[in-house]
Each structure stands twice: as structure tokens, then as C-alpha cells.
């Protein structure tokens, strides 16, 4: 089971940081985080990932914790673009690339 | 265009009808996915292909359903005597086996009436 828990929706004001947090509590060693989100109409598309280091790309950062049992994404100026369901996910060693998907945070941005 | 095309991208039949949904992937990708997915609800797996072989099904994956990839490139998932629950949109994926990343096409909306 790969499961992570996130909250269902949250709310950011337009230019503001935002922090997504996710619960991964059962996580095993080797196990990265990946995070993908989704817009209104579109297809899931990847944002990051990370194993033990923060990490950084254009889209976003990546905070996780110590004992790697939650994790943080954080966009750092939210604009309204970046309203969407994000997924916090764990793909499970023995099924790498079964990519499992739940419910997500729903991000609204308010102007 | 070099992402994951889907084929149609709406489509709306009689129940009772088969449907079949195409999926071009990234070129030299040798994963393919498919999810489906329905309103409020995160993508749900239902099959993956490694190359031509399919690896896995899930148990949402009745006998109704089919996917093929005869030749390891596109893929088709057919959906015959189509119920109104059926109504979903269908997502393909691919991705380089063992590599992180994976990339979603847009999606094929199914409306079974």
C-alpha cells in the first residue's frame, strides 16, 4: 500500500507561498516522493521528487523531513496558474512504476 | 508535439456500444500506462505495459475492458458493451522503465447515455 495522506483542499492568496503538506509515515528507505499535479482538464503532469535532500526546480521545492515521514511542497509565489489538484505520491519499490494516486489537495488561488 | 497524444479526446456513445481509445506515447518510452479517472477522484490504475507485454491489470479492469500494444508503440484499450459508470475519462502514461518521471496525455473523455 502506498498510501500518503494529504489535506483535501487549501487556500493561498495570489503572490504568496504556498506549503502542500503530505503524511508518508510508512515510508521505507528507498522509497522516493514524487509529487504531480493536475489542472482543471488536463492530465497529471510531474512537478518533483526527492529521497532524503531538499529539492529544488523551477516549478517548485521540495522540503522533507528528517525521518522522511512527511514531506512539503512549497511553490514559492503562488499565481493563479498554479490552481490545482496536487498529489503527493510513493510509488512503491516492488511496483515502481505503478504510479498510485490519491485524492490530492485541491490549491485555489485567490486574486 | 512530442508528449502523449490521446485519440479521441471526447467521446460520447450509447451504452451497450464499444468504445476504443488509441495512445500514442513519447517516443522511445517503454512504459505505457493506463488510469482512469472520475470526477473528484484521483487517477485510478487499471494496466501497464513494459515493450508489448503487459504486466499488470487491476481488478477494476473487467472483462469488458481490453489493451493491447501489439508492437510496443501505441496502445488501444477497448471498452465493449460500455455501462453508464464507464463514464471517466481515460488517461494513458509513459515513461522510460525505472526512470522517475512519468507523462500523463491529456485524456479521453468517455460519456456512456
Known amino acids: 500500500d502506498a498510501k500518503t495522506t494529504q489535506p483535501n483542499s487549501m487556500e493561498s492568496n495570489e503572490e504568496e507561498p504556498v506549503h502542500l503538506p503530505c503524511n508518508h509515515s510508512t515510508i521505507s528507505g528507498t522509497d522516493y516522493i514524487h509529487w504531480y499535479r493536475q489542472l482543471p482538464s488536463q492530465g497529471p503532469e510531474y512537478v518533483i521528487h526527492g529521497l532524503t535532500s531538499n529539492v529544488n526546480n523551477r516549478m517548485a521545492s521540495l522540503a522533507i523531513a528528517e525521518d522522511r515521514k512527511s514531506s512539503t511542497l512549497i511553490l514559492h509565489r503562488a499565481t493563479l496558474r498554479d490552481a490545482a489538484v496536487y498529489y503527493c505520491i510513493r510509488p512503491m519499490k516492488t511496483s515502481y512504476d505503478k504510479v498510485i494516486f490519491g485524492p490530492g489537495t485541491s490549491l485555489s488561488v485567490i486574486p | 508535439d512530442t508528449g502523449v497524444s490521446q485519440d479521441p479526446r471526447h467521446k460520447i456513445t450509447k451504452r451497450g456500444q464499444n468504445v476504443t481509445f488509441r495512445c500514442d506515447p513519447i517516443?522511445?518510452?517503454?512504459?505505457l500506462y493506463w488510469y482512469r479517472q472520475t470526477l473528484g477522484q484521483g487517477p485510478e490504475f487499471l494496466t501497464y505495459?513494459?515493450?508489448?507485454?503487459?504486466?499488470?491489470k487491476s481488478r477494476l479492469l473487467s472483462d469488458r475492458f481490453s489493451a493491447e500494444r501489439p508492437k510496443g508503440s501505441f496502445s488501444t484499450l477497448e471498452i465493449q458493451r460500455t455501462e453508464q459508470g464507464d463514464s471517466a475519462m481515460y488517461l494513458c502514461?509513459?515513461?522510460?522503465?525505472?526512470?522517475?518521471?512519468?507523462?500523463f496525455g491529456e485524456g479521453s473523455w468517455l460519456t456512456v447515455v
Open positions: 502514461a509513459s515513461s522510460i522503465q525505472m526512470r522517475d518521471t512519468i507523462y
Open positions: 517516443s522511445e518510452h517503454n512504459r
Open positions: 505495459f513494459q515493450n508489448e507485454a503487459q504486466l499488470e
